[in-house]
């Protein structure tokens, strides 16, 4: 358990870093979709709140979490493409897997699309693979949704973001309970002159 808090401390000048953890504001932008520095800012602060959590820490003093991940759901009006979606989700487990006190507490598995594709793309049978029962089984998904309510005027355009991600329990008795939940807010404003 130290070692857990001695990480989640090595993760804490990332977040301080990374900005106030109330709602963003960026005012007079050339647009109002999301930016690579919100995907920094928001991952960062996604790390931390894991690592942070109670419920998480006491889960990982037993065993490693092992997890699969799935590309957030893009509930706002931009289009994000695939690639991205991804991204969100794979920059939080670098940042929990570049700490060398978690390596061993998170454990991270392709999810079953992305593994039967690489199976494919390798030209393996699932003979060759094992059964289903052989192979490390996800205990834990990560997953984000993103939502967005968009203010547009002849002048402006405001949009208003809430990124939520999630971590849920896949099997067990209390399989479907979200054991830890973050999110991340932040406002757009742009003129017209300046929108993109």
């Known amino acids: 358990m130290p070692q857990l808090l001695r990480a989640a401390a090595g993760l804490l000048p990332l977040a301080l870093l990374a900005g106030c953890s109330g709602p963003a504001v960026n005012v007079n932008a050339h647009t109002t979709f999301l930016t690579s520095g919100d995907l920094t800012t928001m991952t960062d602060q996604m790390a931390q709140s894991i690592v942070?959590?109670?419920?998480?820490?006491?889960?990982?003093?037993?065993?490693?979490?092992?997890?699969?991940?799935?590309?957030?759901?893009?509930?706002?009006?931009?289009?994000?493409?695939?690639?991205?979606?991804?991204?969100?989700v794979h920059r939080v487990q670098v940042l929990l897997a570049s700490q060398p006190l978690?390596?061993?507490?998170?454990?991270?598995?392709?999810?079953?699309?992305?593994?039967?594709?690489?199976?494919?793309?390798?030209?393996?049978?699932?003979?060759?693979?094992?059964?289903?029962?052989?192979?490390?089984?996800?205990?834990?998904?990560?997953?984000?949704?993103?939502?967005a309510a968009t203010n547009a005027s002849r002048n402006a355009r405001t949009d208003t973001y809430l990124c939520t991600f999630r971590l849920t329990k896949l099997s067990g008795a209390d399989a479907g309970i979200e054991l830890w939940e973050g999110k991340y807010e932040t406002r757009k404003h742009a003129v017209n002159g300046l929108l993109d």
Not at 59 to 70: E, G
């Open 102 to 147: 978690l390596r061993d507490k998170f454990v991270f598995v392709l999810n079953k699309a992305d593994y039967e594709k690489l199976q494919q793309e390798e030209g393996m049978t699932p003979q060759e693979l094992g059964t289903p029962e052989d192979r490390v089984q996800p205990e834990y998904a990560l997953t984000g949704t993103f939502y």
């Open 52 to 88: 942070g959590d109670p419920e998480v820490a006491r889960v990982v003093a037993q065993k490693p979490m092992i997890i699969v991940m799935k590309p957030v759901q893009n509930d706002t009006n931009e289009i994000i493409p695939p690639s991205e979606k991804e991204l969100y």
